[in-house]
Nanobody, 123 residues
Framework: QVQLVESGGGLVQAGGSLRLSCAVS????????MGWFRQAPGKEREFVAT????????YYVDSVKGRFTISRDNAENTGYLQMNSLKPEDTAVYYC????????????????WGRGTQVTVSS
């Protein structure tokens, strides 16, 4: 069973930065696409970013383009989401996900999920 553990969330002022990490238990992670999603209170979980197994192709939701960067270190079985110029509307629980079937933009597309890390951006 593949396990994912997010870390790096916290409270930050608007305009600040955070770097989320996603540690994966299995070396097979290097063959999986990875995604980041977020869920704000009372809202559905939404796509944020995704990256191919080799890090060559990435996609972002329009609202984070130019501010967030997804990356991965397959040697360390870890994925990252660098978040800059944070806004109050970025406040949510952030989840990482992985799947062997390639890139995906929908929650249903991913097999393995972490438990999430809270990001709160104050105005």
């Amino acid at each position: 069973q593949v396990q994912l553990v997010e870390s790096g969330g916290g409270l930050v002022q608007a305009g600040g930065s955070l770097r989320l990490s996603c540690a994966v238990s299995e070396r097979t992670f290097r063959n999986y696409a990875m995604g980041w999603f977020r869920q704000a209170p009372g809202k559905e979980r939404e796509f944020v970013a995704t990256i191919t197994w080799n890090g060559v192709i990435v996609y972002y939701v329009d609202s984070v383009k130019g501010r967030f960067t997804i990356s991965r270190d397959n040697a360390e079985n870890t994925g990252y989401l660098q978040m800059n110029s944070l806004k109050p509307e970025d406040t949510a629980v952030y989840y990482c996900a992985a799947d062997p079937s390639g890139l995906g933009f929908r929650v249903e597309r991913y097999t393995y999920w972490g438990r999430g890390t809270q990001v709160t951006v104050s105005s």
